[in-house]
């Protein structure tokens, strides 16, 4: 059986020197088939002639600069049945991927793994347990809510993940993967997990598999900070337009988005000029990008049953509590066992 290991690349010829060195040796530690592939979104700085010269057996995919959608145009080509999808400032420890793989071969109703995520200072917590919550009517997904270190180590189910990933490639693919309506990129991650829920998948944590992420590199150096901020506002909005219909939800937003309009001009006199009347122009940005781009493929029938329990299992109260509904899923795949012997292919 083969593994599909995608790293998704933009102009990161430096990361991928510190970076994939890990993955392929995490990739030759696997008892399965692991195919390691750079997806390379049309970098100018040699990344391409790097990965040839130092990683001849690592497939390099050239492809426009779609972001995370360019992975949607990938796995409709590859075979195997679970896909890695990762950035090219991930560090993968040696014994990583298996645990990864084994829950989506054993369970079902598994859409997603993700590991345990540290910084590269490798103290730093960064997630991927991750919990929703509301801020003054906005949706925040997150994996450092207050008491997140009593669980920070304890298998169960995610809200989402971000850099590192492990998807059912099929489920992935009839989900329609990332929706283009986020590009250049942040919350496509929450969107496509919220999907998955409604569609009756759910995503597990793993933390038995480890990684580091240094986070953000590409998106930082190419928008700023306040750019990053800009455009991660601007797509929660459209996560909540596009996906909920709850009506607590919806009231939750219209009630709290006129004080967040009116904190928004009474900042602008003390912030800079990055900063100013940014959610008047994310809600703007939203606005025209919604009319553009969002597309039936990537809409799922909204179930309001299942909307108000992603939220109510997902909340950060409900994520604190060890040994409650949401850290069980197929026993063998929290121990982390081995698919059957005929659905695997042990290396040599």
Same mark, same amino acid.
């Given at each position: 059986?083969?593994?599909h290991?995608l790293?998704?690349n933009?102009n990161?010829?430096?990361?991928?020197?510190?970076?994939l060195?890990?993955?392929?040796r995490?990739?030759?530690?696997?008892?399965y088939?692991?195919?390691?592939?750079v997806?390379?979104?049309?970098?100018?700085?040699?990344?391409?002639?790097?990965?040839?010269e130092n990683?001849p057996k690592?497939?390099?995919l050239?492809?426009?600069?779609?972001?995370?959608?360019s992975?949607n145009? !990938?796995?409709?080509?590859l075979?195997?049945?679970?896909?890695? $999808?990762l950035?090219? %400032?991930?560090?993968?420890?040696? @014994?990583? +991927?298996?645990?990864?793989v084994?829950p989506?071969?054993?369970?079902?109703?598994?859409?997603?793994?993700?590991?345990?995520c540290?910084?590269f200072?490798g103290?730093?917590?960064?997630g991927?347990?991750?919990?929703?919550?509301?801020?003054?009517?906005?949706?925040?997904?997150?994996?450092?809510y207050?008491?997140?270190?009593?669980?920070?180590?304890q298998?169960g189910?995610?809200?989402?993940?971000g850099? !590192?990933?492990a998807?059912?490639?099929?489920k992935f693919?009839? $989900?329609?993967?990332? %929706?283009?309506?986020?590009?250049? @990129?942040? +919350?496509?991650d929450?969107d496509l997990c919220?999907?998955?829920f409604?569609?009756?998948?759910?995503?597990?944590?793993?933390p038995?598999?480890?990684a580091?992420?240094?986070g953000?590199v590409?998106?930082r150096?190419?928008f700023?900070?306040?750019?990053c901020?800009?455009?991660?506002?601007?797509?929660?909005l459209?996560?909540?337009w596009?996906n909920?219909r709850?009506?607590?939800?919806i009231?939750?937003?219209l009630?709290?988005?006129?004080?967040?309009?009116?904190?928004?001009v009474?900042?602008?006199?003390k912030?800079?000029?990055?900063?100013?009347?940014?959610?008047?122009?994310?809600?703007?940005g939203?606005f025209?990008?919604?009319?553009e781009?969002?597309?039936?493929?990537?809409?799922?029938?909204t179930?309001l049953?299942?909307?108000a329990?992603f939220?109510?299992?997902f909340?950060?109260?409900?994520?604190?509590k060890?040994?409650d509904?949401?850290?069980?899923?197929?026993?063998?795949?929290l121990a982390g066992?081995?698919?059957?012997k005929?659905?695997?292919t042990?290396?040599?």
């Amino acid at each position: 059986m083969q593994i599909h290991v995608l790293v998704l690349n933009y102009n990161g010829r430096r990361l991928l020197a510190e970076c994939l060195p890990t993955v392929v040796r995490a990739a030759e530690r696997s008892r399965y088939d692991c195919e390691v592939i750079v997806i390379d979104n049309d970098s100018h700085d040699e990344s391409v002639a790097w990965v040839a010269e130092n990683f001849p057996k690592v497939r390099v995919l050239q492809r426009l600069n779609r972001g995370l959608c360019s992975f949607n145009e !990938v796995l409709p080509k590859l075979s195997g049945p679970v896909t890695l $999808l990762l950035n090219n %400032d991930v560090k993968l420890h040696a @014994g990583c +991927i298996d645990p990864l793989v084994h829950p989506l071969l054993n369970d079902p109703e598994c859409f997603m793994t993700a590991p345990l995520c540290w910084q590269f200072d490798g103290k730093t917590y960064e997630g991927f347990r991750t919990a929703v919550r509301w801020r003054w009517g906005l949706v925040q997904a997150t994996a450092l809510y207050h008491g997140y270190r009593t669980t920070m180590k304890q298998p169960g189910w995610t809200a989402s993940a971000g850099a !590192v990933m492990a998807v059912d490639r099929q489920k992935f693919l009839d $989900l329609g993967g990332f %929706d283009p309506v986020y590009l250049p @990129g942040r +919350i496509e991650d929450l969107d496509l997990c919220y999907r998955a829920f409604q569609s009756g998948y759910h995503c597990l944590y793993v933390p038995q598999a480890v990684a580091l992420h240094k986070g953000m590199v590409s998106f930082r150096g190419a928008f700023g900070q306040e750019g990053c901020d800009l455009l991660a506002l601007r797509n929660t909005l459209l996560f909540q337009w596009k996906n909920l219909r709850h009506p607590l939800h919806i009231v939750r937003l219209l009630a709290c988005l006129p004080v967040r309009l009116v904190w928004d001009v009474l900042r602008a006199v003390k912030v800079g000029k990055k900063e100013r009347f940014a959610l008047i122009r994310a809600i703007v940005g939203a606005f025209l990008r919604n009319r553009e781009l969002t597309g039936s493929r990537y809409r799922t029938r909204t179930n309001l049953k299942r909307e108000a329990e992603f939220f109510r299992r997902f909340s950060p109260r409900r994520m604190r509590k060890l040994n409650d509904d949401n850290t069980t899923t197929t026993p063998g795949a929290l121990a982390g066992k081995p698919a059957s012997k005929q659905d695997k292919t042990v290396r040599a």
